[in-house]
């Protein structure tokens, strides 16, 4: 007897940004499907899939943003739900990556939580990952199956090129993002600037911008990063810029975070317009008139729609998005 194999893809949503994977739903033109999740009165969390999905290609989307330890652990026990029911591949999808400045150890007795994390995912069942903008690309080393890293730039860049126009500058907010600022400034035709700063060593969300690094007086800045948390990077940056003659600051970013005090140091800051995107859902309470959220679902839908009909995902990116 010869049977010939069919492919089947299954979609499935934590609870951290239902939104977002409906938009990605939405875009592949299937149905999310039903882990009927519920969590115990001690907090212990429950997952049961509504349908079979033995022999099906698994597609889990869970961001993970706060509580950030309650997202990865469902995750991961969704994953491992779907691995005993007998699934053929499951893919963790992680527009934003837990733990990802972890990546490293700066200072003595440190954990690198990162690689953590990727080792939990290969515990819980998980043969592959894919994730936007992860804050270095060292950590799809981390994990020991493949490791799809999108890149959120082309959507920026797209809204960007329509609402920026004259004497445009890209700017870094510090030394460690001169590279994706090169890549914005390449594709707006754009200079190049750079910030110098100092990070405070008992406070890391305290942040001194010393210097300007390029010529942006009288001109448009852009300050380009991954992510924005506290906002004390950006907004020093940008507060720095607008003492050297900037005639107007915006910023833009893949991850807002935007944990407090982000709204009240945007609110008073320089900037005045920042571009996000919604890999991490954005409450009404931060939700400012300056800020512009952009979509990544269709990226990820892509992306997603590649690792099922194994094509390369590279290619829709260009090949921009390995580093």
Same mark, same amino acid.
């Given at each position: 007897?010869?049977?010939?194999?069919?492919?089947?893809?299954?979609?499935?949503?934590?609870?951290?940004h239902r939104g977002l994977a409906e938009e990605i739903a939405e875009r592949l033109g299937v149905q999310l499907g039903e882990p009927n999740l519920k969590q115990f009165p001690n907090g212990e969390i429950h997952c049961r899939y509504d349908e079979s999905i033995r022999g099906a290609d698994v597609f889990i989307v869970q961001t993970h943003c706060v509580p950030v330890n309650? $997202?990865?652990? #469902?995750?991961?026990?969704?994953? &491992?739900?779907?691995?005993?029911? /007998?699934?053929?591949?499951?893919?963790?999808?992680?527009?934003?990556?837990?733990?990802?400045?972890?990546?490293?150890?700066?200072?003595?007795?440190?954990?690198?939580?990162?690689?953590?994390?990727?080792?939990?995912?290969?515990?819980?069942?998980?043969?592959?990952?894919?994730?936007? &903008?992860?804050? /270095?690309?060292?950590?799809?080393?981390?994990?020991?199956?493949?490791?799809?890293? =999108?890149?959120?730039?082309?959507?920026?860049?797209?809204?960007?090129?329509?609402?920026?126009?004259?004497?445009?500058?890209?700017?870094?907010?510090?030394?460690?993002?001169?590279?994706?600022?090169?890549?914005?400034?390449?594709? =707006?035709?754009?200079?190049?600037?750079? +910030?110098?700063?100092?990070?405070?060593?008992?406070? $890391? $969300?305290?942040?001194?911008?010393?210097?300007?690094?390029?010529?942006?007086?009288?001109?448009?800045?852009?300050?380009?990063?991954?992510?924005?948390?506290?906002?004390?990077?950006?907004?020093?940056?940008?507060?720095?810029?607008?003492?050297?003659?900037?005639? #107007?600051?915006?910023?833009?970013?893949?991850?807002?975070?935007?944990?407090?005090?982000?709204? &009240?140091?945007?609110?008073?800051?320089?900037?005045?317009?920042?571009? +996000?995107?919604?890999?991490?859902? =954005?409450?009404?309470?931060?939700?400012?008139?300056?800020? #512009?959220?952009?979509?990544?679902?269709? +990226?990820?839908?892509?992306?997603?729609?590649?690792?099922?009909?194994?094509?390369?995902?590279?290619?829709?990116?260009?090949?921009?998005?390995?580093?």
């Amino acid at each position: 007897m010869e049977l010939v194999p069919t492919k089947r893809l299954e979609l499935y949503s934590g609870r951290s940004h239902r939104g977002l994977a409906e938009e990605i739903a939405e875009r592949l033109g299937v149905q999310l499907g039903e882990p009927n999740l519920k969590q115990f009165p001690n907090g212990e969390i429950h997952c049961r899939y509504d349908e079979s999905i033995r022999g099906a290609d698994v597609f889990i989307v869970q961001t993970h943003c706060v509580p950030v330890n309650d $997202s990865i652990m #469902e995750q991961l026990i969704m994953i &491992d739900a779907a691995k005993r029911a /007998s699934a053929k591949r499951i893919t963790a999808v992680c527009p934003y990556y837990g733990y990802s400045r972890q990546d490293r150890k700066a200072s003595g007795r440190e954990p690198i939580t990162a690689k953590l994390v990727a080792d939990m995912f290969t515990a819980a069942g998980a043969n592959r990952i894919v994730s936007v &903008d992860l804050h /270095s690309g060292q950590i799809q080393g981390f994990f020991d199956g493949p490791v799809d890293h =999108l890149t959120a730039t082309p959507v920026l860049v797209t809204r960007l090129q329509e609402e920026a126009s004259g004497d445009l500058v890209v700017v870094a907010p510090d030394a460690g993002r001169l590279k994706a600022a090169e890549v914005y400034a390449q594709h =707006l035709n754009a200079d190049l600037a750079s +910030i110098w700063k100092k990070r405070s060593k008992t406070d $890391s $969300s305290q942040v001194e911008a010393l210097g300007v690094m390029g010529e942006v007086e009288g001109r448009l800045c852009l300050l380009v990063d991954d992510m924005i948390d506290t906002a004390g990077t950006i907004v020093a940056a940008a507060d720095r810029l607008a003492a050297a003659g900037a005639s #107007e600051v915006w910023a833009a970013a893949t991850h807002g975070v935007l944990s407090d005090p982000a709204t &009240d140091r945007l609110k008073n800051s320089s900037i005045s317009r920042l571009f +996000i995107t919604n890999t991490l859902p =954005l409450p009404p309470e931060k939700q400012l008139p300056n800020i #512009e959220v952009l979509s990544a679902a269709g +990226i990820i839908a892509d992306a997603i729609d590649a690792v099922f009909e194994d094509t390369s995902v590279s290619e829709i990116f260009g090949g921009e998005n390995q580093s």
